[in-house]
Structures are given as C-alpha cells and as structure tokens.
C-alpha cells in the first residue's frame, strides 16, 4: 500500500497510484515529469482564470518581492491592500463598501458568518439562523461543512456541526417552492442570513438555476431584514459569463466572498466585501463590538499584488469577450450530445459546461467517477467528473481545438464506461 509523506487532499492514498510530479505550467497546460502536456480543463480546481502564469501576474509577484513580504495587518496598512480594496469595490456590484481579507474560499465564507451574527448581535437583535441551499458547498472548515451538503464528506465530524435551515434546489418550474420555502423561514424572525451561491452551485454537481430565483431570494431578505451572503468563490471573476454572478440578477448581496480567481488564480488569496451598515454595525468605541477575526497572512502583500494585476488584466485586456467566445465554444460543442441517451441534464452557464453520464444510481455511479477521471488521464486531460457529472471549466484562454478535443474525449470516454465500445 501507498504510504504518501504527503497526504494529498481529497484523496485515497490506497487507491490512488503514486501522484505524477508537475514540473511546470503555461496557459492552459500543466507539464508533468514524463514531459505529457496535460490540458487543464478544470482550471486546477477552479481557480485559474486566464491560464497559468499570466505573465502580468508573475512580473507583479516578483516585483513585489522586491520590497515586501508579510506584514501585520493589524497596526499597519500597505499598498497593495488598499489599492486592491479600492479596486474591488469598482467592480464588484454597487453598495459594497468594505473589503476584508483572509487566504481561502473558507475562510471568506467563516468571515461572511461572523460579520452576519456579529451585525446582529451588536444592534441587539437575537438571530441566530443560516439558511442554505440544499446540494451548496460553502469550504471544509467545521463552520463551512456546517453549511454545506451533509454525506459521505463530513458524516465523521457530523457531531461537531451545527444546524442550518435548507433550501431545497429550485429545480426547473419548482422556483416557487424554493421562494415560498425561503419565506417561511423568514417569518420566525430568527434568520441572520441566506448564504448562497449564486446561480451555480459547484461542488454540488455544478447544478444551476435562474437568476430570477436569486432576485426573488434577495427580495425576500429584505422584507424580513435578514442578510444575503453571496458566495461567489466559484462563481467570480467571470465564470458565469459576468465578472460575478450576483450581476445577472441585479441585485447587491449584503455580503459578497470572493478568492478563487481573485489572483487570477497564482496566489492564495481572498476577500469579503460588506455594506456600510455590516461595517457601521461593528463601529463604536466600545470595544466588544470589534470584528474579531485576523489570520496570520491577512492581506499578503505580495497576494495583494498578484490581485491588483488581475485586476488590471481585466481593465487591459479583452477578457470578456474571451469569456463569450468559450461560452459559444461550449453551445457549439455542446450540441453534439443533445438527444444523445448516452447522456441527461446537458447544461452551461459562461464559461461552465456540464452534463451527467446515464448511468443507474448505486454502487457504480460512485465508480464512474474516478474511472472516467483516469481514462481521460490517460488522454492528457485533467478533467475530475463529480460522480456522473461531467464538467468542463477551462480557462479563458483555451483554443477553440483544445476544447474539442476534450469535448472529443468526454464522447469517447462515456462510450467506454458505459460499454458501448
Ligand atoms: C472552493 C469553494 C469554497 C472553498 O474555497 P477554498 O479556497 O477551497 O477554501 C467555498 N465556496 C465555494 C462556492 C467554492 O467553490
């Protein structure tokens, strides 16, 4: 057996083979040690946006180490920081006024929950409910799997989460429900916070919904004073076709997480944006109504950096367009499987396509998964299905014949899996 020095996330030492080494990347492209170029089609678990070692990213990082590195973020400010945070107020929906950092997609979400409870508990307002999305995903922290889909992922630490009130997924025709659902909760009075993610829920199985249905949940939070949390980890910086999702359905959350593609996906990074009065709920000059919360590396500099120059990516360069190019790439090559039996549930959202092997429930689809991840493997993609769910989430700057060739592959691929070659 596998006994790995490292332990590698989300994995199987007994079952998986010895990890191959990446010894380097570009575009679109990891290398690994036998010299196979490898397409990333997953953007290395989401978070590389305009392809691997943009090389604007990389010149901002190295002349950042030129005069920083880390540095309390308590007593001090820096420029990177704050001109990222003036930076993200600009961009992101309009009413975010503040701008907290911290390292992970987690820890924006921990963050999000602490400013929702602490804006609550400072007026002198009791709620103490989170409402979620079944099927959401929200990070692996105790507090984030508290929020997230219960199952096989966190059945062990179920006695150390905590109780959350859950939506159920407004399936096509079933939004009502949902909005209804929502509604009554609400009327306990008791609801802090929806948290949720904005029209595609990710590690979920990259289900989506309507923007209508995302308006409708906002309108709600504000006839019953409770706060909307956007969970835009996954969904920022362009994957949906809008720099954030929360844009299609109009509306401003009251709190916005963002850090995948906050760095353009080359640095650990990540932030929570809030309105003035989540901020002003925390302000006074009596010291308990402190926000606390600090992580060692708050707003690195030289992440903060790496940030600014996506950020300027966005501004200089086209990168819009080129989302809108891999959307059409996606329709093209997505309907080839249209009526095809082999495959169900063919859906895309910007730059996300998905679509769900055929396969009968139980056991095997359990199977399907690492199986249709190894033969695409072996075809030099990197491409991670979530049990049946196939889905494609390249990075922008994926050529219209890479993407074929993986849409190739997953035609190829379903075939063998389910023996139909
Ligand atoms: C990935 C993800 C997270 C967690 O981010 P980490 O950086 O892995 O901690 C949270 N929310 C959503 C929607 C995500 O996709």
Redesign the pocket.
């Known amino acids: 057996m596998n006994r790995s020095t490292i332990w590698h996330p989300f994995t199987q030492h007994a079952l998986e083979p010895p990890m191959r080494r990446i010894v380097s990347t570009e575009g679109a492209y990891l290398f690994d040690e036998d010299g196979k170029r490898i397409l990333d089609a997953i953007s290395s ?3 590389i946006t305009h392809g691997h070692r943009h090389p604007a990213i990389m010149e901002a990082i190295r002349t950042a180490t030129e005069t920083y590195d880390q540095i309390i973020f308590a007593e001090f400010s820096h420029g990177p920081a704050e001109k990222l945070a003036k930076g993200l107020i600009e961009v992101a929906p309009a009413g975010l006024r503040h701008v907290f950092y911290s ?7 921990e963050v999000a929950l602490k400013m929702a409870l602490g804006y609550f508990h400072n007026w002198g307002e009791f709620r103490d409910r989170i409402v979620v999305m079944e099927h ?6 105790i507090g ?1 799997m508290s929020t997230g889909e219960r199952g096989v992922f966190n059945a062990a630490y179920e006695p150390l989460l905590f109780g959350v009130d859950r939506l159920a997924f407004p399936e096509a025709g079933q939004e009502q429900r949902t909005l209804d659902r929502f509604e009554t909760f609400c009327r306990s009075g008791r609801v802090a916070a929806l948290l949720i ?1 904005p029209l595609v ?3 979920g199985g990259m289900k989506m919904y309507g923007a209508g249905v995302l308006a409708g949940l906002k309108e709600i939070t504000e006839r019953h004073g409770s706060l909307l949390i956007a ?5 920022g910086w362009g994957r949906t076709g809008t720099m954030f999702a929360c844009e299609q359905s109009n509306i401003t959350p009251d709190i916005l ?1 963002t ?2 593609g906050l760095t353009g996906g080359a640095l ?1 990074l ?1 932030a929570t944006l809030c309105t003035g009065a989540i901020f002003d709920a925390h302000l006074s000059t009596d010291r308990r109504k402190t926000f606390f919360h600090s992580s060692s590396y708050t707003a690195n500099p030289i992440a903060c950096a790496a940030a600014v120059a996506n950020l300027e990516i966005w501004r200089s360069e086209p990168v819009l367009e080129r989302i809108e190019n891999l959307a059409g790439l996606h329709r093209q090559n997505l309907e080839r499987f249209h009526g095809d039996r082999r495959f169900a549930a063919i859906r895309q959202i910007g730059t996300i396509a998905a679509l769900e092997l055929a396969v009968p429930a139980g056991g095997y689809l359990a199977e399907v998964g690492p199986r249709m991840r190894q033969l695409f493997r072996e075809r030099a993609l990197l491409i991670r299905p979530l049990g049946n769910v196939i889905y494609l989430m390249p990075p922008y700057c994926v050529t219209a014949e890479e993407l074929g060739c993986a849409y190739d592959a997953i035609d190829e691929v379903a075939s063998i899996v389910l023996g139909k070659v």
Do not use: N
């Not at 390292?103 to 979400?109: A, E, K, L, Q, Y």
């Not at 959401?136 to 922290?141: E, I, L, R």
């Open positions: 678990w989401w978070v390292d992970s997609g987690s820890t924006s979400v959401g995903y929200h990070g692996d922290t984030t993610e829920l990710g590690a969970d835009e980890v996954m969904t997480c850090s995948k650990p990540a």
